[in-house]
């Protein structure tokens, strides 16, 4: 992974070189605090070691009972679902990969009515093994299948922690199940079984995957400016605490636009603490430059753009034409207007001081995505550990958890009292 600062330097809000250099030594205690927790696979650290724990072979056994299935449909939410979702559509995996995250009535039954139950592998993943949501779905789901005649525990594969509601349900039905590693929390599994399953499924290369995460691991070390991992999360911490509050993700490819929904999960449930933290915002290049890049540009100045990209890509002619007015374009390539456009954007924003980060891989390849990947969440821990924050716990979405269960007759949660003290003005 390549991680380009020049553009985030001397913007608005200002950081200067200098400053980078004087934070230079709390990346230093910031890269030992993380050494230490991966030696000693602390909750949390453990993630960063996965290009070295995780089992392929496990993965790839567990998938073989799957011969060739038309469809894959993870039954997840949140982390047992983003990284799963960002493999398959950025690897272009050979095999139609559904997700199913939400407990929208309209479009669960829409979604099973619409897929070959008989030919789809089921993947419910839960770490907790307690999600409402990911089991009400999973109930759903399993339903759908015995009236459709098809065996669903013949279809199904868990991944789960030690215990929990869905760790009972693979033991009564005696499905194969694969666990979540420990010290992993969900927002940091892609690259575990929670998420390599189905991109075996997808035919993707999973050596060649943990083998891209491993070369970014190898280059993490004391100076950001050696490490492009610590380069990034040192610089979006240094550019928040200054007052670019938001940072809006922009890749530049179709098949990274999961990566941003997954990149919004890890930045906001990892570092949204104690009043810091940045706000994740997504767009896409090049379709965003035409709606958001406005805001992006001239708006309030509390903003950093992270423009994401490959260095290659397979390309598409633009075909000659005879007319004049187009005449820049034919004879083109769709890969050449796609990186004008990016270079375009980027030199738009830092002429109005707008501060930019260029985080690029060679290409979008299991090797490109397991950079990036594990790039993004070890500039994460290190964001995590320059603010002081708990970067692997997430208190207050667990909050809303226990009111909703609380209101679900799932016992007694003092939390569930507050959804009565709503407030209301209402206008009809
Ligand atoms: O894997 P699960 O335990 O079902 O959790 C799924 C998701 O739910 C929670 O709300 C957490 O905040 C997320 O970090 C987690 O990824």
């Known amino acids: 992974m390549y991680v380009d600062l020049g553009n985030a330097l001397d913007a608005e809000p200002r950081l200067t070189r200098e400053a980078l250099e004087r934070l230079d030594e709390r990346v230093a205690d910031a890269h030992d605090r993380i050494a230490r927790g991966r030696a000693d696979a602390e909750h949390g650290y453990a993630a960063l070691n996965l290009p070295d724990t995780a089992d392929p072979d496990a993965v790839r056994a567990a998938v073989s009972r799957f011969d060739d299935p038309a469809a894959v449909l993870t039954v997840g939410i949140g982390g047992s679902a983003l990284g799963a979702a960002t493999l398959t559509e950025a690897l272009d995996a050979d095999v139609d990969h559904y997700v199913l995250d939400n407990v929208d009535p309209d479009h669960v039954r829409a979604l099973l009515d619409s897929l070959p139950l008989a030919d789809t592998v089921v993947h ?25 005649g098809v065996d669903w525990t013949e279809r199904t594969l868990v991944t789960t922690g030690t215990d929990g509601n869905l760790r009972t349900l693979a033991e009564r039905h005696d499905l194969p199940a694969l666990d979540v590693p420990a010290g992993v929390p969900g927002r940091f599994s892609a690259l575990s079984t929670v998420a390599l399953p189905v991109a075996a499924l997808g035919g993707a290369d999973l050596d060649e995957l943990l083998a891209g995460a491993r070369a970014e691991a190898d280059r993490l070390s004391g100076s950001l400016f050696d490490a492009p991992a610590y380069a990034y999360g040192a610089a979006c911490y240094a550019l928040e605490r200054r007052g670019a509050g938001v940072n809006a993700v922009v890749p530049y490819a179709e098949s990274l636009e999961c990566f941003a929904e997954w990149f919004a999960q890890l930045w906001a449930e990892s570092l949204g603490k104690d009043a810091v933290g940045q706000t994740p ?81 060679d290409r979008i390849d299991e090797r490109g995505v397991g950079e990036l990947l594990y790039g993004m969440e070890a500039a994460c821990v290190c964001y995590g550990e320059l603010a002081g924050v708990e970067t692997f716990t997430q208190p207050a979405v667990e909050w809303g958890k226990r009111a909703a269960r609380g209101l679900l007759g799932d016992g007694d949660f003092p939390e569930a009292e507050a959804v009565g003290e709503k407030r209301r003005l209402l206008v009809e």
């Open 124 to 148: 419910v993943v839960s770490r907790s093994g307690t999600t409402a949501e990911t089991l009400a779905n999973f109930l759903v789901v399993r339903e759908a299948m015995d009236r459709a």
């Open 281 to 361: 915002a997504r767009a896409l290049g090049a379709t965003d430059q035409h709606s958001q890049l406005q805001l992006y540009r001239a708006g309030p100045r509390d903003k950093l753009v992270t423009l994401v990209r490959p260095r290659e890509r397979p390309d598409v002619p633009i075909p000659e034409t005879d007319l004049d007015g187009l005449s820049y374009l034919g004879g083109g390539s769709l890969a050449t207007l796609l990186g004008a456009e990016f270079e375009a954007t980027e030199a738009s924003l830092a002429a109005a001081n707008c501060p930019n980060v260029r985080i690029e891989v």
